[in-house]
């Protein structure tokens, strides 16, 4: 079972699959404002949804700390623009 845990120290989200690393979500913390800044999972791994649950965890994180949200990764930068439900979290 893959299972989606938030790594604060390390500025990340990962995903393991159980001890194996099988992806990560990194964000870099500036002024309030966290934006992530890549976003990668294990080819064996790709299409199952986890690249957004990775995503899905920091933005989470974010809206407890009540800490708005920026990309520069591609893939989140595409999945903000899609999904409305982000829009309450992004820094604009």
């Given at each position: 079972?893959?299972?989606?845990l938030f ?86």
């Amino acid at each position: 079972m893959i299972s989606i845990l938030f790594d604060k120290t390390n500025q990340r989200a990962i995903a393991l699959d159980d001890n194996k690393e099988i992806g990560e979500c990194t964000f870099i913390a500036n002024n309030g404002i966290w934006t992530i800044n890549h976003t990668i999972v294990d080819s064996n791994y790709q299409g199952q949804g986890i690249a957004r649950r990775l995503v899905d965890q920091v933005v989470s994180q974010a809206r407890l700390n009540q800490i708005k949200v920026s990309a520069t990764c591609s893939y989140a930068q595409k999945l903000f623009e899609k999904d409305e439900t982000y829009t309450d979290i992004l820094a604009n």
